[in-house]
C-alpha cells in the first residue's frame, strides 16, 4: 500500500503547501443564504443530478502534498466514471461507481474497492472526493439528501453551498449548452485543510 501511495503522490507534483483555513463565512457579495434543513429520504425517486459528461482541470492541496493534472467525468443515474490525468496526460486513476459498489484502478492496474468513493479516494489517494455531492455541487446546487445552506447574489445565482462539512465556492460560471442556463466553471471545495479546485473546460448536459 505505501508503495502505490509513494507512486501516486511522486505523480502529483509535490509541493509544500501551508495549512488552509476553512471558509466559515457566507462571501462578502452574497446577500441572501438559504437553509435547507429537510432532507429527503436516500431512497426517494427521480432526484438523481442531472446526466452529464465533462472535461476539466482539478488541482489538490492540504498540508501534506499537491497535485494537479485533468480529469474527464461521465455521469449517468446509475453509474459514475471519472479519469484523472497528470499534466502530461498519463493516466493516475480511474474511479468507476455503480450499484455494485465502488473500484478504483491505479496507473499499475491495481484495483481496489469500497461501499463509497470518499473514503476509497482518502486511503488509496490521500484525499477524498466526496462524489455523493459533488455530482450536484458540480452543477451549482446542493444534493437533496443532507442539510444545506445555499448563498446567492444579487442576480439570485449561486456562490457558495455548505453541506456535509464541505464549504463550495463558485468564482465563475458559463454558458450552458443548448438553453440559456449558465453553469459553474470554476469551483474550489474546502474540507479541513483541504483544497479542490475544479475548472470545467468542456460541459456536455445529457
Known amino acids: 500500500m505505501n508503495a502505490i501511495l509513494g507512486f501516486l503522490i511522486s505523480c502529483f507534483i509535490l509541493l509544500a503547501p501551508g495549512c488552509r483555513t476553512l471558509p466559515n463565512q457566507p462571501p462578502s457579495d452574497a446577500i441572501a443564504t438559504t437553509i435547507f434543513t429537510e432532507p429527503l429520504a436516500a431512497s426517494t425517486q427521480n432526484t438523481s443530478a442531472n446526466d452529464f459528461n465533462i472535461l476539466g482541470r482539478i488541482s489538490i492541496q492540504d498540508k501534506n502534498q499537491s497535485f494537479s493534472g485533468s480529469f474527464r467525468w461521465q455521469h449517468m443515474t446509475a453509474t459514475d466514471e471519472i479519469l484523472l490525468f497528470t499534466p502530461l496526460g498519463q493516466a493516475v486513476a480511474e474511479i468507476t461507481k455503480d450499484d455494485e459498489g465502488v473500484r478504483l484502478i491505479t ?5 481496489f474497492y469500497a461501499t463509497d468513493v470518499e473514503s476509497l479516494t482518502e486511503e488509496i489517494l ?3 472526493l466526496p462524489l455523493d455531492g459533488l455530482q450536484y455541487w458540480i452543477q451549482g ?3 437533496p439528501f443532507a442539510a444545506a445552506e445555499k448563498d446567492l447574489d444579487r442576480k439570485d445565482q449561486v456562490i457558495a453551498i455548505r453541506q ?3 464549504h463550495i465556492h ?3 460560471f458559463t454558458p450552458a449548452p443548448l438553453n440559456s442556463l449558465t453553469l459553474p466553471r470554476v469551483i474550489n471545495l474546502f474540507y479541513d485543510n ?3 479546485r475544479l475548472v470545467v473546460d ?3 448536459l445529457e
Not at 496507473?107 to 484495483?111: F, I
Open 107 to 111: 496507473s499499475k492496474l491495481e484495483a
Open 126 to 128: 490521500g484525499w477524498r
Open 141 to 143: 446546487e446542493h444534493s
Open 164 to 166: 456535509d462539512g464541505w
Open 170 to 172: 463558485y468564482s465563475s
Open 194 to 196: 483541504l483544497r479542490i
Open 202 to 204: 468542456n460541459w456536455q
